[in-house]
């Protein structure tokens, strides 16, 4: 069945390190969707995409996160350099348009 | 922003017991939509309701928007139910942000 994937499930990494996610939207889905899940702030959006094209980044710390959809089955958000603050859950999700939006099974970062 | 609150934040519930769960949302709205997250941490569609009532199985959701609130009812609990109940709204003219509540921590006892 259609799903949203994303690699890796889980990353350790140090900090200064550069971290890269992948995701693969449901096909036919128009709009793809960075979220982060943490304790203290809860899910919140980063970034969105319609068509390929970055409609809002307003959630995103511009200095070091960037996300780019290379093509419309794969969606990418990187971390330069990464820092301990960024450990999080980030959660891909794709729709169509405007209407239910599919959540991936998310990539669990730590940054030592 | 618009706020997204939901009560209550936790929930003990017996195996079998029905119950409630509260969202309220402070502006209005295209989208809303309900979440279950397991104890894996997998986010699962429930609902996509902005209006009216739904049903599957034994959830069931209800949504008046004009009162801008929404409400959840899991009927005869299973353990299975047990985890995080999200509810997350798109504020109208905000583009297709959606905005999460805080959640309610459910924990269905045998």
């Known amino acids: 069945d259609a799903r949203v994937t994303q690699t890796p499930r889980d990353k350790v990494t140090e900090m200064g390190q550069e971290v890269t996610m992948r995701c693969q939207p449901i096909?036919?889905?128009?709009?793809v969707f960075w979220y982060r899940q943490t304790m203290m702030q809860g899910l919140e959006l980063l970034a969105y995409?319609?068509?390929?094209?970055?409609?809002?980044d307003s959630g995103m710390p511009k200095d070091r996160f960037s996300a780019e959809m290379p093509d419309a089955t794969l969606a990418t958000l990187k971390i330069q350099p990464s820092e301990p603050r960024d450990s999080a859950v980030y959660f891909c999700?794709?729709?169509?348009?405007?209407?239910?939006?599919?959540f991936g099974p998310g990539t669990r970062l730590t940054v030592l | 922003g618009i706020q997204v609150e939901q009560s209550p934040p936790d929930l003990i519930l017996q195996e079998g017991a029905n119950s409630t769960l509260r969202c309220n949302f402070s502006?209005?709205?295209?989208?809303l939509q309900w979440f279950h997250q397991n104890p894996w941490g997998q986010l699962i569609n429930l609902f996509y309701?902005?209006?009216g009532t739904k049903q599957n199985g034994r959830l069931s959701a209800t949504t008046v928007a004009t009162e801008r609130y929404s409400l959840l009812y899991i009927s005869s609990s299973q353990t299975t139910d047990s985890g995080v109940y999200f509810c997350?709204?798109?504020?109208?003219?905000?583009?297709?942000?959606?905005?999460f509540g805080g959640g309610t921590r459910v924990l269905v006892k045998p």
């Open positions: 999700a794709s729709g169509l348009y405007a209407y239910e939006q599919f």
């Open positions: 096909l036919g889905h128009n709009t």
């Open positions: 995409f319609r068509n390929r094209a970055p409609l809002d």
């Open positions: 502006d209005s709205v295209n989208n």
């Open positions: 309701i902005p209006s």
């Open positions: 997350a709204v798109e504020r109208k003219a905000a583009g297709n942000k959606l905005t």
